[in-house]
C-alpha cells in the first residue's frame, strides 16, 4: 500500500514564528507528531511519503502516488484538512482524516471517506481492516472508551521529516492532566489521568533524533508534562545523564502546571535534564476569574513568586493568558498588561476566552443560551459566546493590551529583565558549528537590518553585562520578538479593528441581554477543536 500523509497548513499566528523562520532558514516551526506517530504503527511493508503544506505544497504526482491519503490535525486546520480531501477525492483517493479537531468536531469533517476518531494506539488494525475494505461509504471508527496505554506507542518517523525546514522537533512523553480547567478539552480527549511512555522510550526517541543529526531544541508537547510527578521524577535523571553522555544536543522546553514551582527538586530536575522553557497556564491576575474557571492550581498561590522562582533556577516562563472571563472587571487589561511586565515575561501568548466543544465551558454557555456558531477556532478573534463585559470594550481593551505588550520596548525590557533573573548558564547546550552561518545571518538581521535594531543592541548589553552565556538565547529571542512584534502590527491588530468596524451597534444591549440568559444546565457533550496549547 501507498500512503502519502499530508499535515495540513496552520494560518498565521503568534505560534508559528511565522516572520521569524526566513532569519534562520526554516520554513516551520514544529514537525506534524501526530502524522509520523501515526506513521510508525502503519505496517512496515507499507510505502510512506510525508507531505507538510506548511513548508511546500501537495502535488497531482503526490496524490497520483499513493493509494490511500491520511491526514487531519487541529480545528485551526480545518479549511485546509477540508482542501486536502477535496483535492484527493478530485483524483479519487481514499481520504483518512483523524486528530485532536475531527475527534472533537466529527461533524466537521463529514465529507472524509474513513473518520478515525481518537488515539490510534492499540486500535490500527481496526484502521488497516477500514482501508482495506472500505466500500465506498463514509465511515466513522469511534474512539473508545479506554484510552490506550503509552507504552503501546512506537518511536515516530522522524526519519519522514525534511528536518531542515523546521525549527525545533517535538516528541511526547505523556498524554491526560489531573486538573479541572474549565474550558480544557485536554481532559475531555485524554482524560484526567496521566499516562507516561516509559524512560526507555523517551530515550530511545532522543537517540533517534540524535542518529539522524537534529542538533537544537526539543519541544516536549505533553499538556502537562508534570501531570504524573512521581514518573516524571524517574525520567528526569535518565534525561540528563543521556544529555550529558551525549554532549548535551538538545535545548528542552515543554508545558506544565504552575505547581511546578512548588517542587524544587523537580524544577532541578528539569533544568538537569535540559529544559529551559516552560509554558504554563497563568491565565489572570484576577481571583474570581481563576475561581471561574476552576483553575485551582492557581489559586492560593503567589503566581509571581512562582514566575520568580522558575525564572532563578532556569526555567524561563512562558505565559498563558486569557481575557473575557464573565467576572473580569473592566480593568483587567491594565492588571494583565502590569502582570505580564512585572513578572518579565517575554513570551506571552494572550488570547480570549474561547469555549471549545466537548468542555465544561461549552456545556456551561450552551446552557445559557450564550455560544455563538461559526467559529473559526481562532481564540484570538472575537470569542465564540456572548460575553458579559461590552463586546466593543473587551476587543478595545484586548487590542490595547497586545499593542502594548508587543511594543518593541516592552518586548525587548522585558527580555531584559528576566536576563537579570535568570542564573549565569540558564542554556546547557552547546553551540554547534554547523550553527555558524545561521548565527551570522540572524546576527546581521537583528543587529543591522531590524527596525528595532536599537533595542536588540541593547539586550546585548544586558546579556555582556549580566549573563554572558546566553548569546544563544538572546538571539533566538530576538528572531521571536521579531515574529511576535511584526505580527501583532501587521496581522492581528488590523484583524481586531475589523472586528471592532463589524460589531453592531446594539451590542451593548446583547451583553444586558446575556446577564438575562438562565443558569446554566448540564448539556451533553458536543465535539469541537482542540486549543493547541491549553495548560
Ligand atoms: S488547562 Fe492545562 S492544567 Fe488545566 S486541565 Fe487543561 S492541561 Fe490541565
Redesign the pocket.
Known amino acids: 500500500m501507498r500512503a502519502l500523509l499530508v499535515q495540513p497548513e496552520f494560518p498565521i499566528s503568534y505560534w508559528g514564528i511565522q516572520y521569524g523562520l526566513p532569519i534562520i532558514g526554516t520554513k516551520v516551526s514544529l514537525p506534524p507528531l501526530g502524522l509520523i506517530s501515526l506513521a510508525a504503527l502503519l505496517p512496515a511493508s507499507w510505502q510512506l511519503r510525508l507531505v507538510d503544506l506548511n513548508a511546500g505544497p501537495l502535488t497531482k504526482a503526490d496524490l497520483d502516488w499513493a493509494e490511500v491519503v491520511l491526514t487531519g490535525g487541529m480545528h485551526i486546520q480545518s479549511d485546509s484538512t477540508q482542501q486536502v480531501i477535496a483535492q484527493a477525492q478530485a483524483r479519487r483517493r481514499l481520504t483518512v482524516v483523524g486528530g485532536p479537531g475531527p475527534t472533537t468536531a466529527a461533524d466537521q469533517y463529514a465529507g472524509a471517506d474513513v473518520l478515525f476518531l481518537g488515539e490510534a494506539e492499540g486500535r490500527i488494525e481496526e484502521l488497516l481492516q477500514a482501508i482495506r475494505e472500505w466500500s465506498g461509504k463514509p465511515l466513522v471508527l469511534e474512539a473508545g472508551d479506554e484510552h490506550p496505554d503509552l507504552s503501546l506507542a512506537p518511536v515516530p518517523r522522524f526519519d519522514l521529516l525534511k528536518l531542515a525546514d523546521y525549527a525545533s522537533v517535538s516528541v511526547q512523553y505523556s498524554r491526560?492532566?489531573?486538573?479541572?480547567?474549565e474550558?480544557?478539552?485536554?481532559?475531555e480527549i485524554f482524560g484526567?489521568k496521566p499516562r507516561v511512555k516509559s524512560a526507555a522510550q523517551v530515550l530511545s526517541e532522543l537517540a533517534e533524533l540524535h542518529r539522524l543529526g537534529w542538533r537544537s531544541s526539543v519541544f516536549f508537547v505533553d499538556?502537562?508534562f508534570i501531570?504524573h510527578k512521581r514518573a516524571v521524577k524517574k525520567l528526569l535523571p535518565q534525561m540528563a545523564e543521556w544529555q550529558a553522555q551525549h554532549g548535551h544536543p538538545f535545548e528542552l522546553y515543554t508545558?506544565?502546571?504552575?505547581n511546578l514551582a512548588g517542587d524544587f527538586g523537580l524544577m532541578d530536575g528539569m533544568v538537569a535534564a535540559g529544559f529551559s522553557q516552560v509554558f504554563v497556564?497563568i491565565?489572570s491576575p484576577s481571583q474570581a476569574a481563576l475561581e471561574e474557571c476552576h483553575?485551582g492550581?492557581n489559586l492560593h498561590i503567589d503566581l509571581n513568586e512562582s514566575i520568580d522562582r522558575m525564572a532563578r533556577r532556569g526555567l524561563e516562563v512562558m505565559g498563558?493568558f486569557i481575557v473575557g472571563f464573565d467576572s473580569d472587571p473592566d480593568d483587567i487589561f491594565e492588571q494583565q498588561s502590569r502582570f505580564i511586565t512585572h513578572n518579565a515575561i517575554p513570551l506571552a501568548m494572550i488570547g480570549f476566552l474561547n469555549a471549545l466543544p466537548g468542555t465544561a465551558l461549552w456545556r456551561r454557555l450552551d446552557g445559557e443560551g450564550r455560544l455563538r456558531p461559526g467559529w473559526t477556532g481562532d481564540q484570538l478573534e472575537r470569542p465564540n459566546f456572548i460575553p458579559l463585559m461590552n463586546e466593543r470594550q473587551l476587543i478595545e481593551g484586548y487590542r490595547r493590551l497586545v499593542e502594548e505588550v508587543y511594543s518593541p520596548a516592552a518586548y525587548y525590557a522585558r527580555c531584559r529583565a528576566f536576563l537579570e533573573r535568570a542564573p549565569a548558564r540558564f542554556s546547557r547546550r552547546k553551540f554547534q558549528f554547523s550553527e555558524l552561518p545561521i548565527a551570522v545571518r540572524a546576527l546581521f538581521h537583528m543587529s543591522v537590518r531590524s527596525p528595532w535594531r536599537r533595542e536588540f543592541w541593547r539586550l546585548m548589553a544586558t546579556m555582556l553585562k549580566r549573563n554572558p552565556q546566553s548569546l544563544g538565547w538572546v538571539m533566538a529571542h530576538a528572531i521571536q520578538g521579531e515574529h511576535l512584534i511584526r505580527y501583532t502590527r501587521e496581522d492581528l491588530l488590523p484583524r481586531l479593528d475589523a472586528a471592532l468596524a463589524a460589531l453592531p451597534n446594539d451590542i451593548g444591549e446583547r451583553r444586558t441581554a446575556a446577564r438575562r440568559q438562565p443558569p446554566a444546565a448540564v448539556r451533553p457533550r458536543r465535539p469541537g477543536p482542540r486549543?493547541p496549547h491549553?495548560?
Open positions: 491526560g492532566c489531573p486538573f479541572l480547567c474550558f480544557c478539552d485536554i481532559i484526567r499538556d502537562n501531570g508545558e506544565a502546571s504552575v497556564g491565565e483553575k492550581q498563558g486549543s491549553p495548560v
